[in-house]
């Protein structure tokens, strides 16, 4: 059984910057690809961001390409969102994820594991 926890998130002001951190416990996730969705109010759970197994491939939604940066740290068992440069329409909740495979995952069925989100708010 795995269990995914974000935290970092909260309110910032736009053009500010925001981290989110996502433990994973219960069993090692390093030979899975990992994942950000973020799901705003009314919207369909979209993707965020993507990382290999390695951590030596990424891959982002084009609406935050050159903003957000994900990361991982396999000996920590735990996922990163680097969140710049914020927007308002930056707003939702954003859930961290465990893909069933070791390569980039950009579907939201392509992933097993779910966080139970955490909710990002950006005032303008």
């Known amino acids: 059984q795995v269990q995914l926890v974000e935290s970092g998130g909260g309110l910032a002001q736009a053009g500010g910057s925001l981290r989110l951190s996502c433990a994973a416990s219960?069993?090692?996730?390093?030979?899975?690809?990992m994942g950000w969705f973020r799901q705003a109010p009314g919207k369909e759970r979209e993707f965020v961001a993507s990382i290999s197994w390695k951590g030596d491939t990424t891959r982002y939604s084009d609406s935050v390409k050159g903003r957000f940066t994900i990361s991982r740290d396999n000996a920590k068992n735990t996922l990163y969102l680097q969140k710049n440069s914020l927007k308002p329409e930056d707003t939702a909740v954003y859930y961290c994820?465990?893909?069933?495979?070791?390569?980039?995952?950009?579907?939201?069925?392509?992933?097993?594991?779910w966080g139970q989100g955490t909710q990002v708010t950006v005032s303008s």
């Open positions: 219960g069993r090692m996730l390093s030979n899975n690809a």
């Open positions: 994820a465990g893909s069933l495979y070791s390569t980039i995952t950009v579907v939201r069925a392509g992933y097993r594991y």
